[in-house]
C-alpha cells in the first residue's frame, strides 16, 4: 500500500507542472497588463516599466517560467500584485472557507442522494421511483448561479431564515451548500439507483432472499456493499470538483473563499493569486482521489490484489 501510495504521489509532480504550465501561458497571452492595472491607465510610461522591472514582467515569457517553477520548489507562491502580500497567507486566508462549504456541500448531497438512490432503486417504477428521477434530471439541468438566486429569494428576502451574502459562521453556508448540494445530490442519485438496480438482479441477491434472509439485510448487507464502489467514484469525484465548481456560488453569495478569490484575481490579472489558487485546488483534488482508491480496498478486499 505503501509503494502505491508513493507512485500516486509521484505521478502528481508532472500532472501539476503540466496545470501550471497551461495556467501560466493562458495569463500570459491573455490581454491586460498588470503593471498598468496598479498604477492606473494614466501612469506615465516610465512608472509602468519600472514596475514591470520591478515583478520581472519584462523577461521572456521562458525565463518568467522557469523563475515561477524555482520560486514553487523552494515553496514560494510569490506575492500578490494587487495586496501586496505573500500568495500563501491569501491562499490560508481563503482555502478553509472553500472546504468548509465543499464538505457540507457532500454531506448534504450524500444524505439526500444515497437513501433515496437506494429506494429509487428497490421500489423500481413506484411513485416514489418516478419522482426522484425528476427531481435528479431536474438538478442536474438547472445552473448553479440561477438555482443560488433562487433560493436566495426564497430563504433570504421572503422568509428571511438564512443570510444572503457574506460570512461571519456556518450559518452563512447553509444556502450556498444547498445550492452546490442539490446539484451533486442528483448524480449521487442516479448512480446509486442505477449501480443499486445492477445489483440486485445478480443471483446471489435472489439466494440470499431464497435462504429466508431480511430484506434489510439484503438491501444493505448484500447489495448496497456490492454497488457501493461506483458511488465513492462519484463522490469522490464531486468532492474534488466542488473545491473548483465552487467559484460561480461563491461569487452569488458573496463569501470570500477560494472561487471568488479566483475571479477577483483573473479580473486584476493577479498571476501569482490565480496560479496559487489553481496549484491548491489540483493538489486537493489529487489528494481526493487517493483517497478514494484507497478507500476501495476497504470496502471490496478483492481490489487489493
Known sequence: MLKYISKRLLYMIPVLVGIVLIVFTIMYLSPGNPAKMILGERAPLEQVEQLEHELGLDLPYIQQFWNYLK????????????LRMPVFDIIRRCFPLTLKLTTLTMLFAVAIGMPVGILSAVKQYSALDACSVVFALLMASIPAFWLGMLLMLLFSLQLGWFPSSGYEGIRWLILPAITLGCINCAT?????????????RQDFIRTARAKGAAEKRVIFRHALKNAIIPVITVVGNAFGSSLGGAVVTETVFGLPGMGTQIVTSIRQKDNP?????????????????????????????????
Open 71 to 82: 520560486g514553487l520548489l523552494h515553496g514560494d507562491f510569490g506575492t500578490s500584485y494587487q
Open 188 to 200: 449521487i442519485m442516479r448512480m446509486t439507483r442505477s449501480s443499486m438496480l445492477e445489483v440486485i
Open 273 to 305: 493569486v490565480v496560479l496559487a489558487s489553481v496549484i491548491v485546488i489540483a493538489v486537493a483534488f489529487s489528494l481526493v482521489n487517493l483517497a478514494v482508491d484507497i478507500l476501495y480496498t476497504y470496502v471490496d478486499p478483492r481490489i487489493r490484489t
